[in-house]
């Protein structure tokens, strides 16, 4: 379980985090550790991270709705990064559509200190990329009835084969269980090999038949 969570450099391989994931993984049920996309203890994580600057889980669900948004911010830019310039437009955006009054300094201070966000060279980023994806999923996940919200899944799924969608997809499929996810899903992967029909073992293998008129008998004597 630790290794596929910690999968292609998904989360750093250090004590704390591998630490961490024992922890859940034993206060989980036999039925969360059956589910293969392992999301939960991903969820564990971020909530671990969250629990260092908030002491309500309203404060929790405040900035987890800002992060969320923050990482479709990004995504719909196709970067991991903002300036600080930028950061100050998503703030004011996010704020205005919200009719919320928070202080810039503050919430970012607070998503650096909880290593969710880290400020490199001027610039904002997720510390680790699973905090992006989640955050991108989560993003999805909430606004999965909407025309463009469908559209932009329709295309990722379209090119599952990157990384990044992939994992997107991996935590959506974890956060939302609505029917236009799985049925994309499917649908790409039946495109994938529209041109080929099932083999039925009959005619199909006709050829294959007549290369053996006789079976031989070998006799061991």
């Not at 998904?10 to 994931?21: G, V």
């Not at 490199?120 to 009835?145: D, K, M, P, Q």
């Not at 996810?181 to 083999?199: G, H, Q, T, Y």
């Amino acid at each position: 379980i630790v290794d596929s969570i910690v999968g292609k450099n998904l989360i750093p391989s250090y004590p704390l985090f591998i630490l961490t994931i024992l922890q859940s993984i034993e206060a989980a049920s036999y039925h969360n550790l059956s589910d293969s996309s392992h999301g939960h203890y991903y969820e564990f994580l971020i909530l671990q991270a969250l629990f260092k600057v908030c002491d309500r889980n309203e404060k929790i669900t405040a900035y987890s709705n800002y992060l969320s948004e923050l990482a479709n911010f990004m995504f719909v830019r196709k970067r991991r990064y903002v300036s600080k310039p930028e950061f100050a437009i998503f703030h004011d955006l996010f704020s205005t559509t919200y009719s919320l009054r928070i202080d810039l300094d503050t919430y970012l201070g607070d998503l650096v200190q909880s290593t969710i966000l880290a400020e490199r060279n001027g610039e904002i980023c997720f510390r680790y990329s699973y905090f992006y994806y989640f955050f991108v999923a989560r993003y999805l996940a909430n606004n999965v009835t909407d025309q463009e919200t469908i559209d932009k899944i329709a295309s990722m799924c379209k090119r599952i084969y990157r990384d990044e969608f992939a994992n997107i997809i991996v935590f959506l499929t974890h956060l939302s269980r609505h029917p236009v996810i799985l049925e994309e899903i499917v649908k790409n992967a039946r495109d994938i090999f529209a041109d080929f029909s099932p083999v039925k073992f009959e005619d199909d293998i006709s050829k294959i038949n007549k290369l053996m008129d006789d079976i031989p008998r070998f006799v061991f004597e």
